[in-house]
């Protein structure tokens, strides 16, 4: 029904924006709503950087982070039973398989695990999930919000490249791999590919000047703290992200070479990138390649050992030691194979289904905007499935299951079925009622009554005579 890019599904989105009234962007909301939805997109924005001095600072009991996490759950409890329908939020096959990956953590940590000696609890970061999930269906129920989250998420992926450079610039160019703000130099690449992808294509995307600008300025800022973080894992991620842009057509191809030609001089020039590290490797680089395949073969033999239960949550780091290293306890250095090492093979393919899932639904937005024509929805929806898929191919080289950008990015993607099920509902009550609108022909237009007979019988009976 509605072909044109600039008037395509946006109008629908608009319509069920209305019928559910949202408050936030119309602006007739209470003011501690729209204060709510904006706590909402600064927990985005900040979930690139865990070890930020402010936001994991304790207050109350609690850190800031938890804090902004009960406020904007407490307001999609609000959302819920204020809205004329609840969301799909069963419908998404990425829901499903995160409910079956907790089940199954829920048991190994229950039964198997022995995570005293780690800093974190692998089990709470599961449980947090769930509320994001929740948190994430309630509130993104719109085309802006989605749009406005994804800007949260450049948001804060930009300030985190901007910590990034601000860290090798303070040490005089001594630290050759910064990324303390992010946890990690991998982490930080590796969670910087699922909204780069989304930057590039806003700055194809037609709309305000300013936006498209900052859009721009933040892939030129993203790709220097990237080749500052030199990433061996994240180069392969990106070179994943670059061919699936250059696979698809138009706007993309272009923006896949784009993001080549200012990335190629970076990565031949700086001090330190990940092509260098590549093609020239130092000893530390050396051995970090060893230890990564020393793990390697130690999770091989847990799954061989355990391919059922595995060896229970969080015990890779106390299992697995590196000889090279001089007896030192790490991470798997690959996501999927700690997964399966840790949870068994129904583990591992539970978290392959949250990541099929995503890409699925992602897959959905992208081919309704190809169908009806709308060039945003379909650009919004390969750009999340470059990043997931670039995430992914990263994740073959760091331990990534716990990054919660990645999280929040599979949590958008499972409103896709809900928004594409409510512009239906939407399209279809629009079709009615423009159908009710069409004038129908009444029965003085249909029948003649036998005083309009009389004139024909009696002009019939002149002729005859």
Known sequence: MFVTPDTGLLRSFKSAEVAHASGFERGCAPRWLRVSMILFYILVAISPMPNHPLFEAPFAGLTV???????????????????????????????????????LATASYLTLSKTGNLTFNPMFMYFNYLPLFFTTMCVVDTYERLRNTLFAAIAGELLTSLYVIREFQASGGTILRPGYIAGDANYFATCLLLVLPVTAYFVKIKGSPWTRRFCAGSVLVMLVAFTLASSRGGLV?????????VLCSGQARRGAIAIAILLLPMLLFAPASPLQRMLHPDYGDYVGAEVRREFWREGLHMIANHPLTGIGLGNFTAEAISEVAGEFKGIACNTFLEVAAELGIPGFLAYCAVVTGALVSAGKLRRRGMRTGDIRLQYIGQAMQAGLLGFAAAAVFVSAEYQKPFWIMTALTATIPTLLRDIRSEASKRQQASDVSVPQPSSTQLYFDDADWAPLASSTARVSD
């Open 65 to 103: 982070v938890k804090w902004l996490g009960i406020i904007c759950c407490g307001y999609a409890i609000y959302r819920l039973f204020s809205r004329p329908r609840v969301p799909a939020f069963f419908r998404s096959w990425e829901i499903r398989s995160f409910l079956v990956l907790l089940v």
């Open 237 to 245: 991620g990106l070179c994943a992200v670059i061919f699936y842009m």
